[in-house]
């Protein structure tokens, strides 16, 4: 089984320094990319893989670069940006790669910044993620070195400068829009769309952003096609996953496998199965901004595709697992804490409809819920759409919200009828 | 014009605008909150959801805010179906969750967006049952009110402040459910257009806080349309009475003149009305040399017999004072015995003016159009000082030439936030040539800071550079050839190029300068625009009435030929130098002021006449684009003394002339008398409807019909309700009877509709949200451009300024808080009003071995002053700014030669 992005990754050990990651093949890419190939032919190359964005929308990568304006009349100024900002709870697939292999992250930026033709670059990275700071830096310092950032890169005429941007650290900032603004040194407020960052981006200008993953599989693909790409997954979306697992399982952490595995392979092989003594109750297959699946799912492939047939989504492929000895209200109180905090306070849905949520959980946990308090929390997983908010972040926090009024209606109804959590 | 689909029903309606403003052009009640038709959409409320299809065969459809969505042809849409009014409802039911429902104690209350959406969306039951949010209130200064609590985060006031005011001091904070509007600390909001948050709030978090004082609910003011008269633009407003005192000032639409907005200056000056200063009986004096009260009768024959006496008798007009009471004053002393009441400095300055707006070819704007101007040149005037409101819009020209960018990448105008994000700091060209700092440096490509000289000089050789025709500057000196070029190549290259400039610096040769400029561009084929901007609410129409100087009827007194002298409304040591004027009424033998506020020049009055101010009168001012404008009487005084000054001129010429049996007796007279002396002012009859206007037989009441009470509130003086009073002078009425429905545009007393109390229901009044009123917005041009004009350029072109060694040339420096007379009087303003200074450079400083705060003595002409002195980088060498109107300072005569002596104390 082919491991593209985490091949070189070896558990505690530092990642490869410059010479060690031109030793296994880095950086050829670049050099087939600048100088055999034209920067459509690159986007070409991109959109034939049908590499799909792993940061949690799964939007056509191709597709995306298409859309900046390129030529002669195309504005001087462009920009690229890594979304490196990972803070959905339970999430921590870009670290690996972050901290894992970072030249094989900026080999791709190079590249993608090549294709439509930015001379400027930004890696948004989430503030916590000290140590991955202190390798990025080191790792753009030495490509500066070696000429691969910088003026006239490998001769080709191209320019291209990268720059590490540490974000002050709000969940919102990994949004595209907010994170545009936060990078501009604005308030981290999403922005409406159209404009698309492609017409009116960073400082005004077009702007592409991919996250870590996704541009950490630019070099492979340049290095060996699109087909070679595409066969890489089990059920035809293209590509490996790196896939994690958390929560009360044998062996929780993160694997890269084909896209496509199903999620039993993943919780059960993988991640060991349950812990003794602990039942699978459900899960959040992509993340916190996912809707709970149960058991029942176990069978289903972890793609975009199937993930969204059974009414959830791979989001950023990280699975929150949830036992028999966790209380379902209590887990989904500590989600909307979490989201109700890092609303921005833009739009009115979202500031005052998720503290309200929060609230709500709360008193249910604390025995004092209401029966009415079941229509509220329904009233709300409703008008929390998207359309109705500003930006995704209410409809992603509601997702959870839904799903275990779906799936664990009896659990909120026994916390109303008892006066108490079942599981204190 | 598009076709679109709402509920089923088809409308031919505007494209490129938003839904939102299409629904509300529409008449739909379509709730909003951050949407405002001045600053356009940025999705923050989500209030005004409504329901979008995709085609014919989609019957899901789904929910899109209305405020962002631009109208396409065929669009289909559902405005009032259960979905959307559900989401409606939700919002109203979050933004009530933490919303402290006191409407009772609240200031906005009756009047209050909020309130009215929270009903339109027939939320009435409340769910939230756990404690709710609360903040920390600052102190915002003596204008404005800070009550967080009742904040629901729409973001308007933070985006008029900050985007469309340029203020710094004012901001969001923190995030989630507790952002919060406001200032790092507690402080005096430092932007002079603050006030506009109170209408800009759609609650109560931003209320007046001088109506505070003397609150009234909005349904119990007694109001009528208004201009201010605190500076030369005019700007519109609504005055409101209760009580028999004015209550408050608020924006009154004109979509030609201030839009939405007014400043501080002009909201808040009003205070003077209810000033303890006011005169409010007939006073003579008596052979004691006291000053006595006395009544009308006595005062009449008393004038009568000194005009009638073939007594030399010479009237003093002003530019504070209407058309009708200048003229009436005309009429009653005779034209050659009218001396218009400023300086001969400044009446020959606006002599010049009139000349180059009436036959120039280059047109005076409106506020509007000086928002359209896509390239702006400002000479000699401290904008944001002498005409705040020109300033705003000068603000918002800034953006213009962006914008065809911006418009060309297919993001609509009304997008603001994505507008402003593709804008970035990008302006367009504007450049300020002024003795001092401005407020608008922050939004200048460039500024010079030069003499009066020297800015006039920029002027004609930038006039040079457009035409061959136009005369060159010799002798240039430093950096200006290079800066006038750059200069006339931003106007020739833009589309509607913009010249402003005025008479604050008393200077003719920048007034050429100016229209040198405007006309070069006129030449080359520019739609170019010239605005001066005048210091007096009817400074441009005295001036269109004609008439000498003062330093003509001081002439005339010391002739012998003023022995009795009538003051309309202007204290003349204003106008010049004391000594001058002390010596002119003191020749004089009898001194007939009339005027509504004591001050030196009553001080020296024989007799004194009281007579409304804007709010107890009707009148018409020519505000500096030449827009004639009327305002109405707000309220009648309880004492019949009280009148205005053209109705007491008028009384006296009935008296003296026509056997006491006045020609004229109601405005509509006097304006007709006006205009057959002066056929310019012809079309100042069709500005507002004849006093017998009626629609279906009714007055238009200026009271609302909610008005309470009036059978209560004078019921401890007596038992029955007085008669309501008759207004013969409009088609307004006194009470709360009358047509119920919206009037003609130049007769609004208050904006109302069903369901809207708030000031948002102005939609409601407008042809299309954000444009014209109804009818159209109210006033009349009476100056236009000869564009076949002869002009010939004008070639006193002034020397270069030479640093003298022993003196300094004091210019003057004005302050929107302190060079105004009136609203000086304001408590409000008064606070705010800067204690005297001199400034000056810092080189000249060190030779003089001062710093700041170390006082001076300067003499001036014949006074002296001992000021601090004040260190200001952009003042030139060899020039002393020294602010004019200020309590201690001179007024009107600068530019002058001072001395300094006895440096420090």
Not at chain 1, 208 to 230: C, D, Q, R, Y
Not at chain 2, 259 to 285: P, S
Not at chain 2, 403 to 422: C, F, G, S
Not at chain 2, 706 to 717: D, E
Request: hydrophobic share 35%; charged share 25%.
């Amino acid at each position: 089984m082919e491991r593209p992005l985490t091949q070189y990754i070896q558990a505690n050990k530092p990642p490869m320094n410059l010479s060690e990651y031109e030793k296994v093949g880095g950086y050829k890419a670049l050099h087939k990319a600048l100088k055999e190939m034209k920067p459509q032919e690159v986007q070409k190359l991109v959109l034939d893989s049908n590499l799909k964005g792993r940061g949690g929308a799964g939007f056509s990568t191709g597709t995306k670069w298409s859309l900046i304006p390129m030529g002669e009349n195309a504005p001087a100024e462009k920009y690229f940006i890594c979304n490196a900002d990972e803070m959905e709870p339970g999430t921590f697939k870009d670290r690996l790669l972050l901290e894992g292999n970072p030249h094989q992250l900026i080999e791709g930026i190079i590249i993608s910044a090549y294709a439509i033709q930015a001379n400027k670059g930004f890696i948004f990275l989430r503030w916590a993620y000290k140590k991955a700071a202190d390798v990025i830096l080191k790792s753009i310092s030495e490509a500066y070195s070696a000429g691969y950032i910088g003026n006239n890169i490998l001769g080709t005429g191209f320019n291209f400068n990268l720059y590490l941007h540490r974000s002050v650290g709000r969940y919102i900032c990994g949004e595209e829009t907010a994170l545009l603004n936060a990078l501009e040194g604005k308030r981290a407020i999403p922005r409406a769309k159209p404009p698309y960052p492609n017409i009116s981006g960073l400082f005004g200008k077009p702007t592409t952003m991919n996250s870590v993953e996704t541009l950490s599989f630019i070099p492979h693909i340049v290095n060996n096609g699109a087909t070679w790409f595409k066969d890489l997954s089990i059920t035809g979306e293209g590509g490996t996953k790196i896939y994690g697992v958390s929560g009360k399982v044998k062996n929780p952490g993160a694997w890269e496998l084909p896209l496509g595995t199903t999620i039993r392979e993943i919780i059960f092989e993988h991640a060991g199965g349950m812990k003794n003594g602990f039942t699978l109750k459900g899960f959040l297959p992509g993340g916190a901004s996912t809707d709970f699946l149960t058991e029942e799912h176990l069978d289903v492939n972890m793609d975009y595709a199937s993930l969204g047939k059974v009414g959830s989504r791979l989001g950023t492929g990280t699975m929150i697992i949830l036992d028999d000895k966790t209380c379902p209200v209590g887990m989904v109180h500590n989600l909307e804490h979490f989201f109700a905090q890092e609303s921005c306070g833009w739009c009115t849905p979202c500031r005052e409809g998720l503290p309200w949520v929060e609230k709500i959980l709360f008193s249910l946990e604390e025995g004092t819920g209401r029966m009415e308090d079941i229509d509220l929390l329904l009233f709300h997983a409703k008008h929390l759409a998207p359309g109705r908010t500003f930006c995704a972040l209410a409809p992603g926090a509601v997702e959870p919200l839904q799903s275990s009024l779906k799936y664990f209606r009896d659990d909120y109804i026994k916390h109303i009828h008892d006066k108490r959590c079942p599981w204190r | 014009m598009i076709n679109i689909i709402i509920d089923d029903k088809e409308y031919t309606v505007t494209p490129q605008k938003s839904l939102l403003e299409v629904c509300l052009s529409l008449g739909l009640n379509l709730p909003y909150f951050c949407w405002h038709p001045a600053m356009g959409s940025v999705g923050a409320c989500r209030q005004c959801g409504v329901k979008s299809y995709k085609d014919e065969k989609d019957t899901k459809g789904r929910i899109v805010m209305a405020c962002m969505e631009p109208v396409r042809e065929g669009m289909r849409i559902g405005v009032f179906e259960d979905e959307a009014r559900e989401f409606r409802a939700g919002v109203s039911e979050w933004l009530m969750a933490n919303h402290p429902h006191d409407c009772p104690v609240c200031d906005e209350g009756g009047e209050c967006h909020l309130q009215d959406m929270t009903v339109m969306n027939g939320h009435a039951y409340r769910r939230f049952h756990f404690k709710k949010r609360t903040y920390r209130n600052q102190y915002l200064g003596p204008f404005v009110n800070h009550e967080m609590n009742r904040c629901i985060h729409c973001y308007r006031c933070v985006r008029f402040y900050r985007g469309y005011a340029g203020g710094r001091d004012f901001n969001n904070f923190a995030s989630r459910n507790h952002v919060y509007f406001g200032r790092h600390e507690d402080g005096v909001l430092q932007n002079e257009f603050s006030g506009n948050l109170v209408e800009v709030c759609p609650t109560g978090v931003f209320t007046d806080k001088t109506l505070k004082k003397h609150y009234t609910r909005k349904w119990d003011f007694t109001s009528a349309p208004s201009i201010c008269t605190h500076c030369g633009l005019g700007c519109n407003v609504i005055a409101g009475e209760r009580y028999g005192s004015l209550r408050r000032i608020r924006s009154r639409y004109n979509g030609e003149v201030n839009g939405y907005f007014i400043c501080n200056r002009g909201r808040y000056g009003y205070e003077f009305v209810n000033h303890e200063k006011r005169i409010k009986k007939i006073l003579i004096r008596n052979t004691l040399g006291d000053l006595e009260e006395t009544d009308k009768e006595t005062v009449m024959m008393h004038a009568a017999q000194l005009f009638s006496a073939r007594a030399a008798v010479i009237g003093i007009g002003s530019p504070r004072a209407s058309l009708e009471s200048n003229f009436t004053l005309q009429k009653l002393v005779g034209k050659s015995n009218y001396f218009q009441g400023v300086s001969g400095r400044e009446a020959e300055l606006m002599n010049t003016i009139l000349g180059i707006l009436r036959k120039g070819p280059a047109r005076s704007p409106s506020l509007k159009d000086i928002e359209k101007a896509d390239a702006v040149l400002v000479i000699g005037e401290d904008v944001t000082n002498t005409a705040p409101m020109l300033a705003l819009a000068l603000r918002q020209s800034v953006r213009q030439k962006p914008l065809e960018k911006i418009k060309a990448m297919n993001v609509p105008e009304w997008q603001d936030a994505a507008v402003r994000e593709a804008m970035q700091q990008e302006k367009g060209p504007f450049y300020i040539a002024s003795c001092n700092e401005t407020n608008l440096d922050d939004i200048a490509t460039k500024t010079f800071h030069g003499s009066p000289d020297d800015i006039a000089r920029l002027g004609f050789e930038v006039a040079a550079h457009l035409s061959a025709t136009a005369p060159r500057v010799s002798n240039q000196v430093s950096e200006m050839p290079a800066l006038a070029e750059e200069i006339a190549t931003a106007l020739k290259e833009a589309k509607r190029p913009l010249v402003v400039s005025g008479i604050s610096s008393l200077s003719t040769e920048m007034i050429h300068a100016a229209a040198n400029v405007a006309w070069a561009l006129c030449g080359s084929g520019k739609r170019a625009e010239l605005s001066f901007i005048m210091p007096e609410a009817n400074s441009l129409g005295t001036s269109m009435l004609g008439g000498k100087s003062l330093d003509d009827a001081f002439e005339a007194a010391v002739r012998g030929r003023a022995e009795t002298v009538v003051v309309l409304e202007n204290d003349l040591y204003r106008r010049t130098a004391k000594d001058t004027v002390d010596k002119f009424l003191d020749t004089c033998k009898n001194v007939i002021v009339l005027d509504y506020l004591k001050n030196e020049t009553t001080a020296k009055a024989d007799v004194i006449i009281p007579v409304g101010t804007f709010i107890e009168s009707d009148g018409t001012f020519v505000n500096n684009e030449g827009r004639a404008q009327r305002y109405y009487q707000v309220y009648l005084p309880s004492d019949p003394n009280l009148m205005e000054s053209w109705r007491w001129l008028g009384e006296m010429i009935g008296q003296v002339k026509e056997n006491s049996k006045p020609s004229m007796n109601n405005f509509a007279d006097f304006t007709n008398a006006l205009v057959d002396s002066y056929p310019e002012f012809e079309d100042i009859k069709e500005i507002t409807p004849p006093p017998d206007f009626r629609i279906a037989g009714e007055k238009i009441p200026r009271q609302p019909h909610r008005y309470s009470g009036r059978t209560a509130m004078l019921a401890n003086i007596h038992v029955s309700e007085p008669k309501p009073p008759e207004d013969p002078d409009s088609p307004l009425s006194f009470t709360m009877e009358g047509y119920r429905n919206e009037p003609p545009s130049s007769i609004i007393p208050f904006y109302w509709s069903p369901g809207w109390n708030s000031v948002q229901s102005i939609n409601k009044y407008q042809i299309e949200v954000g444009g014209s009123l109804h009818g159209g917005d109210p006033g009349k041009r009476l100056i236009e451009p000869d564009p076949k004009s002869n002009y010939k350029y004008f070639t006193d072109i002034p020397e270069a300024f030479k640093i003298r060694d022993n003196e300094f040339l004091t210019v003057p420096v004005y302050h929107i808080y302190g060079s105004e007379e009136m609203s000086n009087l304001a408590p409000g303003i008064a606070s705010l009003i800067p204690k005297p200074y001199a400034a000056m450079n810092p080189d000249d400083a060190g030779k003089l071995k001062v710093k700041k705060g170390d006082e001076i003595n300067l003499i001036m002409i014949d006074q002296s002053y001992r000021l601090p002195v004040e260190i200001k980088r952009e003042i030139p060498k060899g020039i002393l700014g020294i602010p004019v109107g200020l309590p201690g300072t001179p007024h009107y005569v600068l530019p002058a030669w001072c001395k300094i002596s006895g440096n420090k104390t």
